[in-house]
């Protein structure tokens, strides 16, 4: 699975590609000082699978979340968006 990451250079960038490294992502393409829909734009288009898993530079995915994702494309094909409810691991609530 292609992983994009695109940042504005954020404190956190550094912190998601080290999460990213545990789940066993080593090579997540960092999209750079992109606006939104450029950086979408460029992600969809420059994927070289059907799926793509769009982390946010200020995301810290847990180790079993990029596993997760395989799975779930290849149980649900025909799924076109898979939106994730995010985690506030100090209140322990979603976000």
């Not at 912190?15 to 939104?36: E, F, I, Q, T």
């Amino acid at each position: 699975m292609n992983v994009f990451v695109p940042t504005l250079k954020r404190s956190s960038f550094r912190y998601c590609l080290k999460a990213l490294r545990k789940a066993g992502c080593h090579d997540p393409r960092v999209v750079k000082n992109m606006r939104w829909t450029d950086a979408c734009n460029f992600m969809a288009d420059s994927a070289d699978r059907d799926w793509f898993l769009r982390v946010d530079d200020d995301m810290l995915l847990c180790k079993w979340a990029v596993n997760f994702f395989n799975m779930l494309i290849s149980k649900y094909p025909e799924v076109a968006v898979i939106s994730c409810n995010l985690f506030d691991w100090r209140t322990k609530t979603p976000i």
